[in-house]
């Protein structure tokens, strides 16, 4: 701010009472009459009171009204007396620290204070802070925005990005996550050497589940890491036989796969009965197992199964 505004009277204009020397006049900061001694040098000269010392202004006329609704470095300014002054001329007069001419100057002097460097700095560290960070949430929860915001926000969404720009939010992001708690994200997960160790050897989704995490958490470190997805392993005899004993899922937990993956669920087709339409069951060969030829005999009818032919 200028100095011409910063020490603007808005009020105006003042002017000084018609008097001569040696008359006088009645201060209102003294409480008495006082002679005059002469007129100031000040911006708007003023008649001042005889005596020793600094000749002050006598505070009668257009200065009380000044006082009550000017700022005091204005007054200060345009009667030639400090701030100090100012202020016990307003005790005398009762008039509230933040008159209109103050409160004024606040309102038009807070964006330049607001923008100083320091305050700049003390702001965006402010925004580091847990609690700051909660209270903008808090206020922002569940409040719609309006709608000329959100055709703003989809109007710059849809803008094209330079590549300064993509490398300020790349940064921005990385520094976020890496202390996502001061943000009021979910804390990041800090693993251990025992589950990397993990990555590769079981599948993403068995190691989700024994961790407790998304799976997209799991694939996302394993690809970092450039762990290439694990590899099956072959069925064995003793495998292949607990199929169809059981759930897919108990089976799963037994031997350590997976339930829904395709080979297990392959293997447990070959080797688990099949129902047929018509809802009787027949037993399966394993896939390993030789082919039948046409001439073979048909299956013997059992007791609860009903009598079906080979083909």
């Not at 000084?16 to 900061?29: A, F, I, N, S, T």
């Not at 899922?249 to 395709?262: M, N, Y």
């Not at 129902?275 to 060969?285: C, D, F, K, P």
Request: one cysteine or more; proline letters at 8%; hydrophobic letters at 35%.
């Amino acid at each position: 701010m200028i100095d011409s505004e910063r020490f603007k009277l808005l009020y105006g204009p003042y002017m000084p009472p018609k008097c001569r020397v040696g008359d006088k006049l009645p201060c209102e900061y003294r409480g008495r009459e006082v002679p005059v001694g002469g007129m100031t040098d000040a911006p708007i000269q003023w008649p001042y009171a005889r005596g020793t010392g600094r000749p002050g202004p006598i505070v009668c006329g257009s200065l009380i009204r000044a006082v009550q609704r000017e700022s005091g470095i204005a007054v200060a300014c345009h009667w030639g007396v400090s701030t100090t002054t100012v202020k016990k001329w307003r005790r005398a007069l009762e008039v509230p620290a933040t008159n209109n001419g103050t409160r004024r100057l606040h309102i038009a002097y807070a964006y330049e204070k607001l923008q100083s460097p320091e305050n700049m700095a003390k702001s965006k560290e402010a925004m580091h802070s847990t609690e700051v960070r909660a209270k903008l949430r808090a206020l922002r929860l569940g409040r719609p925005l309006h709608p000329k915001t959100a055709a703003a926000l989809r109007e710059a969404a849809q803008r094209p990005k330079s590549e300064e720009w993509k490398r300020g939010q790349s940064e921005r992001s990385r520094k976020i996550w890496e202390k996502p708690e001061d943000y009021g994200l979910p804390s990041q997960h800090h693993w251990t050497d025992e589950e990397v160790a993990l990555l590769g050897i079981l599948s993403d989704s068995a190691v989700a589940a024994a961790m407790g995490l998304p799976v997209h958490v799991i694939v996302h470190k394993r690809r970092s890491l450039g762990i290439p997805t694990t590899v099956l392993q072959p069925w064995t005899v003793e495998e292949i036989s607990l199929l169809g004993t059981d759930t897919d899922r108990e089976v799963a937990r037994r031997l350590g796969r997976f339930p829904s993956s395709r080979q297990c669920r392959t293997k447990a087709t070959w080797a688990s009965p099949r129902r047929t339409r018509s809802g009787s069951i027949r037993a399966s060969l394993p896939a390993t197992g030789p082919a039948r030829s046409s001439a073979s005999p048909p299956v013997q009818k059992t007791e609860g199964m009903p009598l079906m032919s080979s083909a």
